[in-house]
């Protein structure tokens, strides 16, 4: 299983350290954003990610969960092409569900995909969203076979992000 998830995080060009995630009770923050957010239960472990604010681990399945936001250079893209550079460097990539939700009162658009991250199968469920000049992702990643198990994690963070404001 930590094979799959050093698959997936090197899929999308991350590396890990082991270091704090930036969450401090239940707030991220940066020098661009703030913002709440519900981390999953004590069975994630929390991983700290070049590329991501946010980014846990399920040790037993594999499966990764993933918050980032970015204020950097963001220019007016469909949401579907924000959600199409998420899988970039995927192979056999295939959209099982695509629509467009409100989230926090904007439009979003939340994606399940299957496809192959360095010759691995995996499923995943994103979701991306504009702001106020920031793009903002929510991705969960997993083994197909724990995909369900552990797809309610994904909703906790999904449900439990609010509050999300750029700093000027």
């Given at each position: ?24 009770e ?67 990539k295939?959209?099982v ?21 360095d ?8 979701l ?17 076979a ?23």
């Amino acid at each position: 299983m930590k094979k799959i998830i050093g698959l997936i995080l090197l899929g999308f060009g991350y590396s890990a350290c082991a270091i704090p995630t930036g969450l401090n009770e239940g707030v991220y923050q940066d020098a661009q954003v703030r913002y709440k957010i519900v981390a999953p239960g004590a069975a994630w472990k929390s991983l700290r990610l070049q590329t991501a604010d946010l980014s846990w681990m399920q040790p037993k399945t594999g499966s990764t969960l993933l918050a980032n936001s970015n204020c950097k250079g963001v220019k007016d893209v469909p949401l579907q092409s924000l959600t199409q550079h998420l899988l970039i460097g995927m192979t056999e990539k295939k959209i099982v569900s695509q629509e467009t939700i409100t989230f926090s009162g904007r439009d979003a658009l939340e994606t399940e995909v299957t496809a192959k991250i360095d010759g691995v199968r995996q499923r995943m469920k994103m979701l991306v969203m504009k702001k106020d000049g920031c793009v903002y992702d929510l991705f969960y990643g997993a083994d197909p076979a724990f995909y369900e198990e552990d797809l309610k994690s994904y909703f906790q963070l999904k449900n439990g992000f609010s509050e999300h404001e750029r700093k000027r």
